[in-house]
């Protein structure tokens, strides 16, 4: 079964800069669409940035032009570089194939403060 290591979430001022960073396990990673998610308070999960396996990139209105998804394949690793971050960014960030697994990592927490 394939498993994701969220990291890198923290509290940030808005208008900050975090880079998240998602471990995966698994020999088909390079092969594979990845994605960045978030789960806000009392709001559905959400698809926020996703990347090819030809690293094509598609984001989601709301973080277009901030947020910027990148792949490292020798580490099985994907990222998420959040920039001109808003308190609306607030969430618990996960990463997972797109289309996802059943299989969610904790995530990691992204809180943005006034």
């Known amino acids: 079964q394939v498993q994701f290591v969220e990291s890198g979430g923290a509290l940030v001022q808005a208008g900050g800069s975090l880079r998240l960073s998602c471990a995966a396990s698994g020999r088909t990673f390079s092969i594979r669409a990845m994605g960045w998610y978030r789960q806000a308070p009392g709001k559905q999960r959400e698809l926020v940035a996703h990347i090819s396996s030809a690293h094509s990139t598609n984001y989601a209105d709301s973080v277009k032009g901030r947020f910027t998804i990148s792949r490292d394949n020798a580490k099985n690793t994907v990222y998420l570089q959040m920039d001109s971050l808003k308190l609306e960014d607030t969430a618990v960030y996960y990463c997972?194939?797109?289309?996802?697994?059943?299989?969610w990592g904790q995530g990691t927490q992204v809180t943005v403060s006034s």
């Open positions: 997972n194939r797109v289309p996802s697994t059943t299989s």
